[in-house]
């Protein structure tokens, strides 16, 4: 595909890489509410030296959009101009190094805490409550069962939009509530946890608590992009959405969850615009009933057929 105004294809307009770019992406195929557009192009870096020798030669008009596992995306039925990035094999190791949890921004949060629990590191076992990956919990400072990323974050490591390294701290990062003041257009790449030695089994119990907990709370066999609006403050998103009569609301194949009405699902044919239009739908329904804002933990990109929409935490 072309970029408004150039009718040289994308794909011949961008560096040479190592990695993989693949024209027109189905988006839908890698979200877990397996709705939305295609990709222009996807590219898959082979490693961090690869993805930012991209961004210094890539054109500087060219939108960048990066995902994870799209565990807590919904990509609009239009899909996304530019490249999207994602970061595959090479970004999922993980492993302890002097006493520390190292792991690529490609890791599965669950996978840190697994490998964590195997050498006996206690602390992390949050993270198997948390779908998604390091990458996307760095983004929005993700958090579960009383702690954040920020609460075990030593240091990350990531790639601002002109290829340039940076590895930074957490007082750097400006991290509170689901929220991450560095500049979005950085990649993070990796990350280093704080560890601490507990028992193997104690923690192995701590994690197998946590998924038992969320299997009874949350619909976690749906597809879902789990929770859909950030807590307000001295509230819950969910009983401000209970209250206003949202639990089970629908709209065409997109449902507030019974089982946990934070939670909104595809029911099995709904388009990311039943499930934008139903999000904002109970925004304003909780706004009319109780004066709370609910704000979008679900991160919304992309564009709406027939006109571009990009999106915004609003």
């Not at 996807?42 to 990066?66: I, M, N, Q, S, Y």
């Not at 990531?158 to 390294?165: E, N, P, V």
């Not at 139903?278 to 304003?284: F, S």
């Not at 709406?304 to 915004?312: A, M, N, W, Y």
Request: with cysteine.
């Amino acid at each position: 595909m072309s970029t408004p105004g150039h009718h040289t294809p994308l794909i011949d307009r961008l560096p040479k890489v190592r990695g993989k770019l693949r024209e027109g992406a189905q988006l839908s195929n890698v979200t877990w509410f397996q709705v939305g557009g295609p990709a222009d192009v996807l590219f898959r870096p082979a490693d961090e030296a690869d993805l930012a020798d991209f961004l210094k030669g890539k054109p500087d008009d060219l939108p960048v959009t990066v995902i994870g596992v799209g565990s807590n995306l919904l990509v609009r039925d239009g899909g996304i101009r530019g490249v999207v990035i994602r970061l595959g094999r090479p970004f999922t190791d993980v492993e302890v190094i002097d006493g520390a949890v190292h792991a690529g921004a490609g890791a599965l949060d669950l996978h840190v805490a697994q490998t964590a629990q195997m050498n006996a590191i206690a602390g992390l076992e949050f993270l198997s409550g948390i779908p998604g990956t390091i990458g996307g919990a760095l983004r929005m400072n993700a958090g579960a069962y009383g702690t954040e990323i920020k609460d075990v974050l030593v240091s990350a490591t990531a790639i601002d939009s002109k290829g340039d390294i940076h590895t930074v701290i957490p007082d750097e990062m400006d991290m509170s509530y689901r929220h991450c003041g560095l500049p979005e257009d950085w990649i993070f790449t990796s990350a280093v946890l704080r560890a601490t030695s507990g028992d193997p089994g104690d923690i192995a119990k701590r994690m197998a608590e946590i998924q038992e907990a969320r299997a009874e709370s949350q619909p976690i066999k749906s597809r879902t992009g789990g929770s859909t609006f950030a807590n307000p403050e001295h509230s819950r998103a969910w009983e401000v959405i209970d209250a206003a009569g949202c639990r089970g609301l629908t709209i065409g194949g997109a449902q507030m969850s019974q089982q946990h009405c934070n939670f909104m699902i595809n029911t099995g044919d709904a388009t990311a615009l039943d499930l934008e239009l139903l999000g904002d739908e109970v925004r304003k329904r909780v706004k009319q009933h109780c004066g709370v804002e609910l704000r979008w933990e679900i991160r919304r990109i992309g564009e709406r057929l027939g006109h571009s929409i990009i999106g915004k935490d609003a």
